[in-house]
Antibody, heavy 119, light 111 residues
C-alpha cells in the first residue's frame, strides 16, 4: 500500500524557517517524480515544487523561488521541503504528492501538514 | 502560472447529472492531454478521479467522466449521490519548468 506521511509543520514567525519531511513507503520511491502541493485555509490547491527521480531537476512556483528548496534522499525514501524567509501567505496545509510524470497527475497524496506563519 | 478557471459552485439533485468546467489556455489545458480532476472532502486529502482528460483510476465509479474541447476541460458526474458532495479541482500540465497548474475549485452540492 502506498503511504506518504508528512511531518515538520507548525507555528513559525514571519521571516523564520521550517523543514518539512515526507516518509514514503509501499512503492519504489526512486522511480517517481515527487511534488509538494499546498492549500491555504479555505482556498484551493497550489503546486509548490517538483523534483525529478534522482534530484537533478527541481522546479518551483514563482512565489517560492529563492526561498524554498525541495530535496530528496532515495536511500531513506524521504522527500523534504526547506522553507526559509517565511511569509504570512505561506500559511497552508502542505501535501506530499507522488507524481506520474508521463502525464503529470498526482496519483497519491499524503494527509498533509499544517504550516502557520504568524507573529 | 495562472490558475485555471472553474465555477465556484455547482449543484444537482440525487440521480441528476452535473458538469463542471475548467478553462485554461493553449499553454496548459489546450496544449496537452494532461488534465486531471481531484475530489476533496472537508478535512481530507484530495483524491484522483480523472487523469489524461478521460481516464478513470481503478475504484472510481464510471459515473465520473471527463472531456476536453479546446482550452476547456469538463468533469461530468452522472447519477449524483450524496457522497459526491465535495470540492472538485482540475489540474493541467503547463509545460514550462515542468509546472502544474490547478483550478480554483468547485464546490458541488447535492440538493
Amino acid at each position: 500500500e502506498v503511504q506518504l506521511v508528512e511531518s515538520g509543520g507548525g507555528l513559525v514567525q514571519p521571516g523564520g524557517s521550517l523543514r518539512l519531511s515526507c516518509a514514503a513507503s509501499g512503492f519504489t520511491f526512486s522511480s517517481y517524480w515527487m511534488s509538494w502541493v499546498r492549500q491555504a485555509p479555505g482556498k484551493g490547491l497550489e503546486w509548490v515544487a517538483n523534483i525529478e527521480q534522482d534530484g537533478s531537476e527541481k522546479y518551483y512556483v514563482d512565489s517560492v523561488k529563492g526561498r524554498f528548496t525541495i530535496s530528496r534522499d532515495n536511500a531513506k525514501n524521504s522527500l523534504y521541503l526547506q522553507m526559509n524567509s517565511l511569509r504570512a501567505e505561506d500559511t497552508a496545509v502542505y501535501y506530499c504528492a507522488r507524481v506520474h510524470s508521463s502525464s503529470w497527475y498526482v496519483g497519491y497524496w499524503g494527509q498533509g501538514t499544517l504550516v502557520t506563519v504568524s507573529s | 502560472q495562472s490558475a485555471l478557471t472553474q465555477p465556484p459552485s455547482a449543484s444537482g439533485s440525487p440521480g441528476q447529472s452535473v458538469t463542471i468546467s475548467c478553462t485554461g489556455t493553449s499553454s496548459d489545458v489546450g496544449g496537452y492531454n494532461y488534465v486531471s480532476w481531484y475530489q476533496q472532502h472537508p478535512g481530507k486529502a484530495p483524491k484522483l478521479m480523472i487523469y489524461e482528460v478521460t481516464k478513470r483510476p481503478s475504484g472510481v465509479p464510471d459515473r465520473f467522466s471527463g472531456s476536453k474541447s479546446g482550452n476547456t476541460a469538463s468533469l461530468t458526474v452522472s447519477g449524483l449521490q450524496a457522497e459526491d458532495e465535495a470540492d472538485y479541482y482540475c489540474s493541467s500540465y503547463a509545460g514550462s519548468n515542468r509546472s502544474v497548474v490547478f483550478g480554483g475549485g468547485t464546490k458541488l452540492t447535492v440538493l
